[in-house]
């Protein structure tokens, strides 16, 4: 009935309007990479990745904006798309479709010169943003001192991304809906204390999707809570990731993890910076050793030039992937260009 009465109010807001001619732009771009896996056989390092989106875009009558992208995977098959009206009601901005998630895009925010801790993968890492991939329903507008407020809500979390006129039916049949919300605060903004912590923002995270419908089983639930700053030309993050995979049968347990996350950016001119980033994971699996936690420290330095990117990382992970002792260690050169 909720979700019927907010259909209702959207289509009264979007009735009385009329399209002026749009605009359309082609963005992208393009990686080559050579990686060393010293704990692993490398064989062919060469890599490469290409990223291409369409996006168009048009003004309505009425003070609202109606927006559409697109985006190809590497092989050119259709990836992720999403509509967006933009300024309903004079407040907020609301989209359907799939392009990534409100969480999955601050899976990792501490800073870095190139990549995460385990962003050329040195260690395998649970983090947020599993409903990345699903079909839902969005909004994003901003509350006076709270800051920036975006949820999502999906219907069934099934991964399947529909044509229009169509439903995805018994799709993955045993699972249920999703729901996500973000919230990033200012703190320069806030009242009182905002003086003393200007450049620092505090980015609040938490989602919660039903794996199961039968009885005596739980949801997977995620949370995370960053806090991004800098001081003149340092840069610094810390981050804390909690996931909670949720009971998939009855009369089991729930396995769930801990991960935190530190960056430490350093800008030394305009085109050159460094960085060190450092992550680290914990476990509850009563069905496996959880004595131990996987550690990656990773250094990174980034060049731009001409338009150009030039990344270079050395990563190194013990315990990798949850296994005492196991090392996985990394060494990326990238090359990177975007238009």
Known sequence: ??????LVALSFLFAVSTAHAG??????SMQATYQSEPDRTTG???????????????????????????????DGAFG???????????????????????????????????????????????????????MGIGI????????????QYVPKADAAE??????????????????EVVVKTALGDL???????????????????????????TDRHEATVALTGSIGNLSYGYQVEHIDGGQTAAATDAVFYNVESIGLAYAVNDALSISYNMMEQKQHNVAADSSFEQETDAINIG???????????????????MVKDAKDDTRTISVKAAF
């Open 191 to 217: 009242p009182v204390v905002g003086s003393f912590l200007g450049g620092n923002t505090l980015t609040l995270g938490y989602a919660e999707e039903e794996m199961e419908r039968v009885a005596n089983t």
């Open 80 to 134: 992720d798309g999403k509509i967006t009206f933009g300024n309903v009601g004079g407040l907020v901005d609301i989209y359907v479709g799939t392009d990534g998630s409100e969480l999955d895009a601050i899976d990792d925010i501490t800073p870095t010169a190139f990549e995460e801790a385990n962003g050329s993968g040195s260690g395998t890492y649970q983090d947020v943003g599993t409903l990345a991939a699903e």
């Open 162 to 179: 529909n044509a229009d006129k169509v439903a995805s039916g018994d799709t993955s049949g045993s699972k249920g809906s999703g729901m």
């Open 303 to 321: 060049y731009t030039v001409g338009g150009l990117t030039l990344g270079f990382q050395d990563a190194s992970t013990d315990n990798a992937n």
């Open 44 to 74: 062919n390092p060469l890599g490469m990745d290409r990223e291409i989106k369409f996006s168009g875009s048009t003004e309505l009558d009425n003070g609202m904006s109606m927006s559409v992208m697109q985006d190809f995977g590497d």
């Open 140 to 151: 994003k507008g901003s509350l006076p001192i709270i800051g920036t407020v975006q949820a």
């Open 23 to 28: 605009e359309m732009t082609v963005t992208g």
């Open 1 to 6: 009935m909720k979700i019927t009465k907010i």
